[in-house]
C-alpha cells in the first residue's frame, strides 16, 4: 500500500523557517518524482514545488522560488521542503504527493497545517 | 496557462447526473499524441485523491459513474449517477506546460 506520512509544520513568525518531512513506504521512491502542492485556508490548490527522481532536478513556484527548497534523501525514502523568509501568504496545508505523469499527482500525504503569524 | 471551470458550484439530488467542464488556455495535446488533463476529488476534511487521468483513464479503485471526456483545450467531468460520498471539490488540472503546474479553481459539489 502507498503511504505517504507526513510530519513538521506548525506555527512560524513571519520570516521564520519550517522544514516538512513526507516519509514514503509501499513503492520504489526512487521511480518517482515527487511534488509539494498547498491550500490556503478557504482556498484552492496551488503547487509548489517538485524534484526529480534522484534529487538533481527541482523546480519552484513563482511564490515560493528563492525562498523554499525541496529535497530527497532516497536512502531513507523522504521527501523534505525547507521553507525560509516565512511571509504570512504561506500560511496553507501543504501536502506531499508522489508524481504519476507529467507532474500529475496520484498518491497524496494527508497534509500538514503551515501557520505563519505573529 | 489558465484553467477554468464551470459551474464553481452545483447542487444534485441524489440518483441524478452531474457534469463540470474544465477549459484551458492552452491545448493539452502533448507531442507524444497524449492528452494530459487530470480531475481530482476533495472530500471535505481530505487530501486530495486522483479520480481521471489523461482526459478519460478512471484511477485505480474509482467508481464507473466517474467518466471524463475531451480533447484540445475543453474537458468534461460527468458523474452518472450522484452518491452522497460524492460531496467535495472537483479540481481539473494540467502539467505539461511548465514550468507553472497549474490547478482549475475547483467546483464544489453538494447534496440536494
Known amino acids: 500500500e502507498v503511504q505517504l506520512v507526513q510530519s513538521g509544520g506548525g506555527l512560524v513568525q513571519p520570516g521564520g523557517s519550517l522544514r516538512l518531512s513526507c516519509a514514503a513506504s509501499g513503492f520504489t521512491f526512487t521511480n518517482h518524482w515527487m511534488h509539494w502542492v498547498r491550500q490556503a485556508p478557504g482556498s484552492g490548490l496551488e503547487w509548489v514545488s517538485r524534484?526529480?527522481?534522484?534529487?538533481?532536478?527541482?523546480t519552484y513556484a513563482d511564490s515560493v522560488r528563492g525562498r523554499f527548497t525541496i529535497s530527497r534523501d532516497n536512502a531513507r525514502n523522504t521527501l523534505y521542503l525547507q521553507m525560509n523568509s516565512l511571509r504570512v501568504e504561506d500560511t496553507a496545508v501543504y501536502y506531499c504527493?508522489?508524481?504519476?505523469?507529467?507532474?500529475?499527482?496520484?498518491?497524496w500525504g494527508q497534509g500538514t497545517l503551515v501557520t505563519v503569524s505573529s | 496557462l489558465v484553467m477554468t471551470q464551470t459551474p464553481l458550484s452545483l447542487s444534485v439530488t441524489p440518483g441524478q447526473a452531474a457534469s463540470i467542464s474544465c477549459k484551458s488556455s492552452?491545448?493539452?495535446?502533448?507531442?507524444?499524441?497524449?492528452?494530459?488533463l487530470f480531475w481530482y476529488l476533495q472530500k471535505p476534511g481530505q487530501s486530495p485523491q486522483l479520480l481521471i487521468h489523461?482526459?478519460?483513464n478512471r484511477f485505480s479503485g474509482v467508481p464507473d459513474r466517474f467518466s471524463g471526456s475531451g480533447s484540445g483545450t475543453d474537458f468534461t467531468l460527468k458523474i452518472s449517477r450522484v452518491e452522497t460520498e460524492d460531496v467535495g471539490v472537483y479540481y481539473c488540472?494540467?502539467?505539461?506546460?511548465?514550468?507553472?503546474?497549474?490547478f482549475g479553481p475547483g467546483t464544489k459539489l453538494e447534496i440536494k
Open positions: 488540472m494540467q502539467g505539461i506546460h511548465l514550468p507553472q503546474i497549474t
Open positions: 492552452q491545448s493539452l495535446l502533448h507531442s507524444d499524441g497524449r492528452t494530459y
Open positions: 524534484i526529480d527522481f534522484r534529487g538533481t532536478i527541482s
Open positions: 489523461e482526459v478519460s
Open positions: 504527493a508522489r508524481d504519476l505523469i507529467w507532474n500529475a499527482p496520484d498518491y
